[in-house]
């Protein structure tokens, strides 16, 4: 089955207002900026979608990316770990007003999170949190003398994933640190758009190589020269330029 997406467009215009969207990346590491602003692009086009909870590890930084999602108004609630990074000025505004919800999680139980929803796992227990405030109102067991918090997994409707590689088929290889949240939240989501450097033949990418299997991927878009949110942020960009 030929996956791949004639455009940005064609790749989110399937995102529906309320959806629960999973965008990949550490930071700028992985994030698939274009997906991103192709979603903006559509919600200014058309004012929607709107009301996104979204599930990223950081808050965005600057006016670019996530950031650039958030300050347009599209996320109702944000799922991460580091709602403080380098520079998360929109953020930070909107959350002290009142107009954005955030549910804040421990990284390493953040990717648990996703990996469960994606190996069909309805809850776990991990000790981190036990005797904070994200752990208040969870169930909480004793294993072996220790308390552990119960934790429940995360799903989506939609994941935004970048990639390097991908072939027709949706295989996808990752470059170096870009692979982060990626491959678990291909695997959470309902449908998964990626956004890779080069499309390939089906066959040209060594199946050892492989991250993450076609059977998890339903759109890939190539996008030959991505864009860097730290690259973008030195430069003082804003997206979308009339925001400026």
């Given at each position: 089955?030929?996956?791949?997406?004639p455009?940005?467009?064609t790749?989110v215009?399937?995102?529906?207002?309320?959806a629960t969207?999973?965008i990949?990346g550490f930071g700028?590491s992985?994030a698939p900026?274009?997906?991103?602003?192709a979603l903006?692009?559509?919600?200014?086009a058309t004012?929607h979608?709107?009301d996104l909870t979204v599930v990223?590890n950081?808050a965005?930084?600057?006016?670019v990316?996530?950031?650039?999602?958030?300050e347009?108004?599209?996320v109702?609630?944000l799922?991460?770990?580091?709602?403080?990074?380098?520079d998360?000025?929109?953020f930070?505004?909107r959350?002290?007003?009142?107009k954005?919800?955030?549910?804040l999680?421990?990284?390493?139980?953040?990717?648990?999170?996703?990996?469960?929803?994606?190996?069909?796992?309805?809850?776990f227990y991990?000790?981190?949190?036990f005797?904070?405030?994200?752990?208040?109102?969870?169930p909480v067991?004793?294993?072996?003398?220790?308390?552990?918090?119960?934790?429940?997994?995360?799903?989506?409707?939609v994941?935004?994933?970048?990639?390097?590689?991908?072939?027709?088929?949706g295989?996808?290889?990752?470059?170096?640190a870009?692979?982060?949240?990626?491959?678990?939240?291909?695997?959470?989501a309902?449908t998964?758009?990626?956004?890779?450097?080069r499309?390939?033949?089906p066959?040209?990418?060594?199946?050892?190589a492989?991250?993450?299997?076609?059977?998890?991927?339903q759109?890939v878009?190539e996008?030959?020269?991505?864009?860097q949110e730290?690259?973008l942020?030195?430069?003082?960009?804003?997206?979308?330029?009339?925001?400026a």
């Amino acid at each position: 089955m030929d996956k791949t997406l004639p455009d940005l467009a064609t790749a989110v215009a399937g995102i529906k207002d309320g959806a629960t969207v999973m965008i990949g990346g550490f930071g700028g590491s992985g994030a698939p900026i274009e997906l991103i602003h192709a979603l903006i692009d559509r919600f200014v086009a058309t004012g929607h979608p709107r009301d996104l909870t979204v599930v990223n590890n950081n808050a965005g930084n600057g006016h670019v990316g996530l950031a650039a999602l958030i300050e347009q108004g599209m996320v109702r609630k944000l799922i991460c770990s580091f709602p403080r990074s380098a520079d998360p000025v929109v953020f930070t505004e909107r959350y002290l007003a009142g107009k954005i919800e955030l549910e804040l999680v421990p990284q390493g139980t953040l990717a648990e999170r996703i990996r469960a929803g994606g190996a069909g796992i309805p809850a776990f227990y991990t000790p981190t949190s036990f005797g904070t405030d994200l752990a208040q109102g969870k169930p909480v067991e004793v294993f072996d003398g220790r308390s552990y918090v119960q934790e429940r997994w995360l799903k989506a409707d939609v994941a935004l994933v970048k990639a390097h590689l991908g072939d027709r088929l949706g295989n996808l290889t990752y470059r170096m640190a870009a692979r982060n949240f990626n491959p678990l939240m291909c695997m959470a989501a309902a449908t998964t758009i990626v956004q890779v450097s080069r499309i390939v033949a089906p066959g040209e990418i060594d199946p050892e190589a492989v991250i993450t299997p076609g059977i998890f991927v339903q759109g890939v878009v190539e996008v030959a020269k991505p864009a860097q949110e730290e690259t973008l942020n030195r430069m003082g960009a804003v997206y979308p330029e009339a925001a400026a």
